[in-house]
């Protein structure tokens, strides 16, 4: 392990803080455009950050240290899992810590954090978020789980490091059955877990359709800028880990030099750029679920990711 190795996990750190805001600009610009729209620009994000920063501090009355800590626990754990897991390249100073298991954990704390928040408040509309919101982990967090899992059997390990390097090694993997099941689940549940449609719309304040918007009602000024800027690295976050976990060709490999930390840098954010696009892109054809059909939208990407592992499991013993 180099030097190359920490500028690459900083690279990694530094690329998903700042370019978390013009992600979520990028996917509002082309839905905007789509829909025959100028839209506010790919930076509007970072203006809305800026002036949310410079407004006051308001705390509601009744609320305990559960409403004040849950941002900087929500943008913590997520800072955590963007250090830990492979973007920019493998050979990582943290990659040997970075598990399945452990991963997902610390998604699943983060969206405790903030639901916990919005039944802190003692709102029926920050009960109401956090329970549909409660509900939907529940099944987004084990779909996950299977997903990446179905991926872990060929490569004999639940490290991601591991398993993207093994998909560098065997490029037919990415194509094979496993894979393509469990790219499905996944990209369903990334849907459900950053609140996109059709399962929340994430442009709405109709409180009858709200699931994440409902819980952050009450936050304003530098704690609501906190929610929303770990908001969207959640959500840049998640579209990397597709993209490498399935694509992970341009990703630096262990020990690597400063050309290849560049490129890896570049792969990344293009890779990004292409699959928010994308999201945004298929947001304009599609209307939001009914708040009943989306346990089954998520059941059925359950189903198919336990497929994913039943089918890999049949391959690694044929």
Same mark, same amino acid.
């Given at each position: 392990m180099n030097a190359m190795s920490y500028l690459a996990g900083a690279a990694q750190i530094a690329g998903v803080a700042l370019g978390a805001p013009v992600v979520i600009g990028l996917t509002r610009q082309v839905r905007a455009r789509l829909e025959g729209r100028v839209g506010a620009g790919v930076g509007q994000p970072w203006r809305d950050l800026r002036k949310q920063l410079r407004k006051?501090?308001?705390? =509601?009355?009744? %609320?305990? /240290?559960?409403?004040? #800590?849950?941002? /900087?626990?929500? /943008?913590?754990? @997520?800072?955590?899992?963007? /250090?830990?897991?492979?973007?920019?390249?493998?050979?990582?100073?943290?990659?040997? !810590?970075?598990?399945?298991?452990?991963?997902?954990? +610390?998604?699943?704390?983060?969206?405790?954090?903030?639901?916990?928040?919005? &039944?802190?408040?003692?709102?029926?509309?920050?009960?109401?978020?956090?329970?549909?919101? &409660? $509900? &939907?982990?529940?099944? !987004?967090?084990? $779909?996950?789980?299977? #997903?990446?899992?179905? +991926?872990?059997? =060929?490569?004999?390990?639940?490290?991601?490091?591991? &398993?993207?390097?093994?998909?560098?090694?065997?490029?037919?993997?990415?194509?094979?059955?496993?894979?393509?099941?469990?790219?499905v689940a996944l990209v369903v549940v990334i849907v459900?877990? @950053?609140? *996109?449609? =059709?399962?929340?719309? =994430?442009?709405?304040? +109709?409180? !009858? %359709?709200?699931?994440?918007?409902?819980?952050?009602?009450?936050? #304003?000024?530098? *704690?609501?800028?906190?929610?929303?800027?770990?908001?969207?690295? *959640?959500?840049? +976050?998640l579209l990397a880990l597709l993209a490498n976990l399935f694509l992970p060709w341009g990703i630096a490999g262990g020990d690597p030099g400063a050309l290849e930390v560049g490129v890896g840098i570049l792969a990344i954010g293009a890779k990004v750029a292409v699959l928010a696009a994308l999201l945004a892109g298929a947001e304009v054809f599609l209307a939001k679920l009914r708040l009943f059909r989306v346990p089954e939208l998520l059941a059925g990407s359950f189903l198919l990711a336990l497929l994913a592992v039943t089918v890999a499991n049949f391959f690694s013993q044929a």
């Open positions: 006051q501090q308001i705390t =509601p009355h009744g %609320t305990t /240290a559960i409403f004040t #800590a849950a941002p /900087a626990f929500l /943008a913590g754990t @997520t800072l955590l899992i963007i /250090a830990v897991v492979p973007l920019v390249a493998t050979g990582s100073p943290l990659d040997p !810590v970075a598990d399945l298991f452990a991963i997902v954990g +610390l998604l699943f704390l983060g969206t405790v954090a903030l639901t916990l928040a919005g &039944i802190d408040t003692g709102t029926s509309f920050g009960g109401m978020g956090a329970s549909r919101e &409660i $509900t &939907i982990a529940a099944l !987004v967090e084990p $779909t996950i789980l299977l #997903a990446v899992f179905a +991926l872990s059997i =060929p490569a004999g390990s639940s490290n991601l490091g591991a &398993i993207v390097t093994h998909t560098i090694d065997n490029p037919a993997n990415a194509v094979s059955l496993p894979a393509v099941l469990a790219f459900a877990e @950053t609140g *996109r449609l =059709p399962v929340d719309n =994430p442009a709405t304040h +109709l409180e !009858v %359709t709200m699931l994440h918007e409902a819980m952050v009602l009450e936050y #304003a000024g530098p *704690r609501l800028a906190v929610v929303e800027w770990a908001s969207g690295m *959640r959500l840049t +976050l």
